[in-house]
């Protein structure tokens, strides 16, 4: 975030607990109080830190540094009591949550540490009061709203820079899980027709026949790594979702006419009158419900029920694809939406990840069940027509 980002949503907070003009004002008037303990409050923090190696680890310039740091503390002390909580002023705090991320400290010591600071405070305020109680009660109050400010500025920068650096590892981790799975789904057809081309440059005198057998193993291998490729652009092109009510079921019924099965599987589908409409890009969820089915479908080569039922689970409207198949075992369960996983042998693994990304996509969910020798079903959820405000629960996709 820049830093009119920043200040602005610390201006949000701000009004969320009620801060105003007059308690800048109360908590500037503790300046000339609270500012001769500031160097012992320094020391103890430092001292203290000196005896949690978790936290003295991040320290890594010596006494040197930590001087330095004592300076730093002090400046950031007279800034906290300064009444003027600028732009300038929240960013510099915006910028320690940051940098404890850079340095790799925990955020729990700056939770604990400013609990230290503000005890610390609390107590010199108190030992040096000449007033009543009440007004001691009273110059408390807006200090202790504003220590919870810097700290809340504080975890939402480390969070933020935190949340960011974990995705950026986790994209490259998938960058090479994905170079993996290119290189292996790529790798096998290469082989096939490198040693069709090597017999046909090599062969003396090769009946047509051979030479015939040859090319067509080339030809059917050159398929086979072209569909790993339109998988893959598909897969990295897939457009913003066209949100609209569609009927689930006239889709159900268009998916089974067009997808080819064998006659020893039985469809049944079942779906309820005056269902509500469903609330998604229509030509995206065929590509998902189109995957699950085929899926379904392969899961029974020696045949048996393939179940599709849609029912209103308010706020959204549930899908479910069921098979009689040979089922999950529960590692496998558990790896069914990583990209280039399949439980076939000739699958390239990117149909449920697709999926799970269009449901993303459309504010959807996916959830799957499965026992050995018993089965799949795989459960759509998609929002409702009748609910076109999407609930909190549907920002996220979750497979269980």
């Known amino acids: 975030m820049n830093e009119q980002q920043v200040f602005d949503r610390y201006c949000e ?20 109080i609270l500012d001769p303990c500031f160097g012992e409050l320094v020391e103890d923090f430092y001292h203290e830190i000196e005896r ?19 300076g730093t503390l002090i400046d950031w002390l007279r800034q906290l009591f300064s009444g003027q909580y600028d732009a300038r002023y929240v960013f510099k705090r915006w910028r320690i949550g940051y940098k404890h991320v850079e340095i790799g400290l925990d955020q729990v ?29 009273q110059a408390l109050r807006p200090l202790n709203t504003l220590l919870d400010l810097d700290l809340a500025l504080i975890e ?16 490259l ?24 081309v090597f017999y046909l440059l090599n062969a003396r005198n090769a009946p047509p026949e051979k030479v015939s057998q040859h090319l067509e193993r080339i030809e059917r291998q050159v398929g086979i790594a072209n569909e790993v490729i339109t998988s893959l652009t598909n897969f990295a092109r897939l457009p913003v979702a066209d949100q609209q009510p569609f009927n689930v079921e006239t889709h159900l019924h268009d998916l089974i006419s067009a997808t080819e099965h064998p006659e020893n599987i039985n469809v ?8 509500p409409c469903a609330l998604a890009d229509a030509s995206q969820i065929r590509i998902v419900l189109g995957n699950l089915i085929r899926n379904a479908i392969d899961a029974m080569p020696q045949g048996g029920t393939l ?47 697709m999926a799970k990304a269009i449901l993303e996509k459309n504010e959807g969910r996916i ?34």
């Open 13 to 32: 907070l701000q009004r969320y607990v009620g801060w105003s003009e007059r308690d800048a004002e109360q908590v500037h008037a503790l300046l000339p």
């Open 307 to 353: 179940g599709l039922s849609v029912q209103a689970q308010d706020p959204y409207v549930e899908i479910s694809v069921t098979d009689t198949g040979h089922g999950m075992e529960p590692e496998q369960l558990i790896r069914a939406m990583e990209p280039f996983f399949s439980t076939k042998a000739r699958g390239i693994g990117l149909g449920l990840p």
């Open 52 to 70: 949690h190696p978790a936290a003295l680890q991040v320290i890594t310039g010596g006494q040197a540094q930590i001087d330095r740091l004592k």
């Open 109 to 137: 010591y700056t939770n604990v540490a400013l609990s230290r600071l503000r005890g610390g405070l609390f107590k010199a305020l108190e030992s040096r009061w000449t007033a009543s109680p009440e007004e001691l009660s």
């Open 173 to 196: 981790a998938l960058i090479g899980q994905v170079a993996g799975g290119i290189a292996h789904e790529l790798r096998n057809p290469l082989n096939v027709v490198k040693t069709s």
């Open 268 to 275: 049944i589908i079942d779906c309820p009158q005056s269902l």
């Open 156 to 171: 939402d920068a480390y969070q933020t820079e935190y949340t960011f650096r974990k995705q950026a590892t986790e994209r």
């Open 367 to 400: 959830y799957v069940e499965s026992e050995p020798g018993k089965g799949s079903v795989f459960k759509v959820h998609l929002r409702s027509s009748d609910h076109q405000n999407p609930a909190s629960a549907f920002t996220s996709l979750t497979n269980a």
